[in-house]
C-alpha cells in the first residue's frame, strides 16, 4: 500500500488534483476538469490511480459521481514512517475541511486483513473498541432506537452520545453522535455516522462516511477518524496498539 501511495503522490497532477479535494471536498469530474490544463480523459486517468492507491473515494449523488479525498493511506504512511517524536508537529496535517452547498460530508475508506465478524465485533465490542478510539468506549445494545454512549472512567463526564439508526451485522451500521468531549464541539448538534463492510477476498473494506455536519462544523467532530481506522487496522492485523498522542488520550497512559 505505501509503494501505490508514493507512486500516486509522485506525479504533480494528481498531487494538484488532492490540493484541490483538500480545500473543497466531495467535487465532481466536471468540476475538477476545469481546474486542469488538459482532457477530460487526462484527468479520470489521473483520478483512477488516486482511487487505485486509495487516496481518493467516489460516491455517487444523484447523476454525478461526487470524489472525495481519503486521508487514511496518509495516516497510516505517517504512522509508519514519522518519528514519534515530529508527532506534535505532525498530527495537526490529518485533519481536513471542507465546504458544500449546504452540510459537509466526510468519507474514509480503508482496507483490513481479517473477517466481517471480526470488524463488526471490534466496531461494536466496548473493551475492543479502547484498543484504537482514544481508550473511550462506545456502549450500545446497537439494535435500531438503542442509545449509544462514549464513556471514559477518566473523562469528566459523556464523550459522546447517540442513537443507532440502523443495524445489519456484519455489513452495514448507521447511528448518529453528538460530540461532548469539549465545549467548542458540544453545541454543533448531531451528526450521522454509517460503518459500511465489504468482504473482498481475505481482507475487509471498510468506507466509513460522516455526514449530516453543520457546514464548517469544527475539525474535531472528524478530524479524529484517520487515527481512529488507522488503529483499528493496526490491532486486528498486529494485536498491537498505535501510541500516538491522540490515541492515548483516555487512556491513562
Known amino acids: 500500500m505505501d509503494d501505490a501511495v508514493f507512486r500516486a503522490l509522485a506525479d504533480p497532477t494528481r498531487r494538484g488534483l488532492l490540493d484541490e479535494l483538500f480545500h473543497r471536498d466531495g467535487q465532481s469530474l466536471s468540476t475538477l476538469e476545469e481546474r486542469f490544463d488538459m482532457t477530460r480523459f487526462g484527468v479520470m486517468k489521473h483520478l483512477r490511480i488516486l482511487e487505485e492507491a486509495s487516496l481518493v473515494v467516489t460516491r455517487r449523488k444523484g447523476r454525478e459521481k461526487l470524489h472525495f479525498l481519503n486521508p487514511v493511506p496518509i495516516r ?31 468519507v474514509f475508506e480503508i482496507y483490513i486483513r481479517t473477517t466481517p465478524e471480526r470488524l463488526w465485533e471490534a466496531i461494536t465490542d466496548p473493551q475492543i473498541r479502547t484498543k484504537y478510539n482514544f481508550g473511550a468506549r462506545a456502549e450500545s445494545d446497537w439494535t435500531p432506537g438503542a442509545r449509544l ?54 481482507s475487509c473494506r ?9 457546514e464548517g462544523a469544527n475539525e474535531e467532530l472528524y478530524g479524529g477518524w484517520p487515527m481512529i481506522l488507522s488503529g483499528l487496522k493496526t490491532w486486528l492485523e498486529t494485536g498491537e496498539t498505535l501510541t500516538t498522542p491522540g490515541s492515548l488520550m483516555y487512556s491513562g497512559q
Open 206 to 214: 471498510l468506507v466509513l462516511t460522516h455526514d449530516e455536519l453543520r
Open 149 to 202: 454512549e462514549m464513556v471514559h472512567p477518566d473523562a469528566p463526564g459523556l464523550l459522546g452520545e447517540g442513537e443507532v439508526v440502523e443495524a445489519d451485522p456484519p455489513r452495514r451500521l448507521v447511528h448518529t453522535m453528538k460530540a461532548l468531549w469539549s465545549d467548542d464541539v458540544a453545541g454543533e448538534g448531531f451528526s450521522r455516522v454509517t460503518w459500511e463492510i465489504e468482504q473482498v477476498n481475505d
Open 76 to 106: 497510516l504512511v505517517h504512522d509508519r514512517w514519522v518519528s514519534k517524536f515530529a508527532e506534535p508537529w505532525a498530527a495537526g496535517l490529518s485533519g481536513l475541511k471542507e465546504s458544500l452547498e449546504k452540510t459537509m460530508e466526510k
